[in-house]
């Protein structure tokens, strides 16, 4: 049992991953105390991806610490952290597509919208959770080990804090405006991975507009609860 | 002699097949897979459930009460302990996987731990850099070539593979507990060791509850990732979808081919691939051939080729 619950300590990560586009603070900054509207002097697009890791989580786990009520899991300040620090760095549309897979070509426009919003909600509300937990673990970003032409990278991170390590990944694309989040691994688990299969059943038992009223379900039944806590 | 027809009834032919091969997502873990992988699924539930059941009316609420009466530091000492305890398998099995210089850290780490940190109550070493490793004998035995068998649900204990079940009773044999010759005391002290672990999980448990849609998929699937994480001792081998996804995203078939059907009635079509969607469009997960046979009168076959 308690095997089972170490491996659900990942879920803290995603959205500490997803939320803060890695808590990246290289190795041991508990002491800086950089200004809270900490933004790089590079523009997002021009820098490398373990730069931009690293930055996103600077800011992030900044305005965390800086803000008590996060702390204490305000989901809307959450959502607003996360939409203007994070947002701008994920590639949502991929990340939903890879979870849906062989899906989401039958998918109408409207459907594929629908499902990107609903899953999107979904791991915001996962997000308030995980962020109002973070105390004060530090983020060590580990050297990019990739060629420089690859349009696909993968930035390893390690959050360290109370308790053992946690591997924290980061898979990033090229893209025109710059290098963009679409996969985040905890403790070994890929995110879309893991949601594939149960996206899968769901859509072979109900159909995608079925996986749809799922999801959007859950995401109502989860506000309710963030708001009466 | 073939010629394009209409279909105009569904007894007869079609006028054309027009076959869209497109490569499913591989590592995508579709229904074949699932099932590969987890043949006792409805077994697994039943125990998952029972699971559930226990650690919500047994387990969590001890473990509430208990993280409610123990100060944090505390718990992490106990936690410390145990895991101090638990280095010195790692130890074996690290050297036993040929593992040289993550045996050295582990090593390292028990004697640093057991002097300075007080018998392991403080975890001194991860401070000065040494971290753990997390080996046990289902991963010795992965990496000397078992495979993984299936997912199993273990009652009270969780998520398993076959191999990880056939090691169990060694994993579990190195833990404080074995330290005491009471049974009552080795009782008490295996009940403190999984309070203090259940206790310092109270809330990653309450996220896994809100993340998933079906708890049961969510953890297997996360599980047997997370496994192969650490047998390979966190850089698995990837299996990422590539192009394919940036096709499906711009709305192109990646590959087509047309088959003429001759008109003709027809009793029963039948294409030979178990992949089909409907009967124009289907997905492939490797190269086969695709075969059409229309009744026994006449039969069509296209490779479909590999594709990046």
């Known amino acids: 049992m308690t095997a089972m619950l170490k491996r659900s300590r990942h879920l803290v990560l995603w959205s500490c991953a997803l939320a803060s586009a890695g808590l990246a603070a290289p190795g041991l900054t508990l002491a800086e105390t950089a200004p809270a509207t900490a933004v790089a002097t590079v523009p997002a697009t021009q820098q490398t991806p373990d730069a931009l890791i690293r930055t996103l989580s600077t800011n992030v786990l900044e305005a965390v610490r800086k803000d008590k009520t996060i702390q204490a899991g305000d989901a809307r300040k959450v959502e607003s952290l996360v939409n203007t620090q994070i947002m701008p760095y994920v590639n949502f549309q991929r990340m939903t597509a890879s979870a849906v897979g062989r899906y989401w070509r039958q998918a109408t426009p409207d459907q594929q919208k629908r499902l990107q919003q609903e899953f999107k909600s979904l791991l915001l509300y996962t997000y308030s959770g995980a962020v109002s937990q973070i105390r004060d673990q530090t983020v060590d970003v580990k050297p990019l080990r990739a060629n420089p032409q690859d349009e696909k990278v993968i930035v390893r991170t390690q959050i360290r804090g109370r308790g053992d390590p946690i591997q924290l990944d980061y898979r990033l694309e090229k893209t025109p405006e710059g290098w963009k989040i679409y996969d985040v691994n905890v403790l070994g688990a890929w995110l879309v991975q893991s949601y594939q299969t149960t996206f899968a059943q769901d859509i072979s038992a109900v159909g995608i507009d079925g996986l749809i009223t799922r999801l959007s379900d859950r995401n109502k039944q989860l506000a309710t609860k963030k708001a009466g806590a | ?308």
Not at chain 2, 282 to 292: G, I, L, M, T, W
Request: charged fraction near 20%; aromatic fraction near 8%; include cysteine.
């Open chain 2, 1 to 308: 002699m073939t010629s394009v027809a209409c279909v105009k009834r569904s007894r007869l032919a079609w006028a054309s097949l027009c076959l869209l091969g497109a490569m499913a997502l591989p590592g995508c873990a579709t229904d074949p897979n699932a099932l590969a992988i987890d043949p006792y699924e409805a077994t697994n539930r039943r125990i998952f459930s029972f699971n559930e059941g226990l650690d919500a009316n047994v387990l969590k609420p001890a473990a509430k009460a208990y993280d409610a009466v123990v100060p944090d530091p505390v718990e992490e000492a106990v936690a410390n302990f145990t895991n101090n305890i638990k280095d010195v398998w790692s130890l074996t099995n690290l050297i036993l996987q040929g593992q040289g210089a993550g045996a050295l850290e582990e090593f390292m780490r028990i004697g640093v731990n057991t002097t300075f940190g007080m018998a392991g109550f403080v975890d001194v070493a991860t401070s000065m850099g040494l971290d753990r490793h997390n080996e046990d004998l289902g991963q010795t035995l992965a990496v000397w070539g078992a495979p993984d068998g299936a997912y199993l649900v273990l009652p009270v204990f969780g998520p398993s593979t076959t191999r990880d079940t056939v090691a169990f009773p060694a994993d579990q044999y190195v833990v404080p507990a074995s330290l005491f010759r009471e049974p009552r005391d080795a009782n008490a002290a295996r009940a403190v060791q999984v309070l203090n672990a259940r206790a310092q999980l109270l809330e990653a448990s309450e996220l896994l509850e809100d993340a998933a849609l079906d708890k049961y998929a969510f953890v297997r699937d996360a599980y047997l990732q997370r496994r192969r994480n650490q047998i390979y001792n966190g850089e698995p081998p990837e299996v990422e979808p590539t192009d394919d996804l940036d096709a499906s995203l711009r709305g192109a078939p990646l590959w087509t081919a047309r088959i003429d059907v001759p008109l003709m009635k027809v009793q029963r079509t039948q294409i030979s691939s178990n992949r089909v969607v409907d009967q124009s469009r289907f997905f492939v997960d490797q190269p086969e051939p695709v075969s059409v046979q229309l009744d026994d009168t006449w039969s069509a076959q296209v490779d479909v080729p590999t594709l990046p």
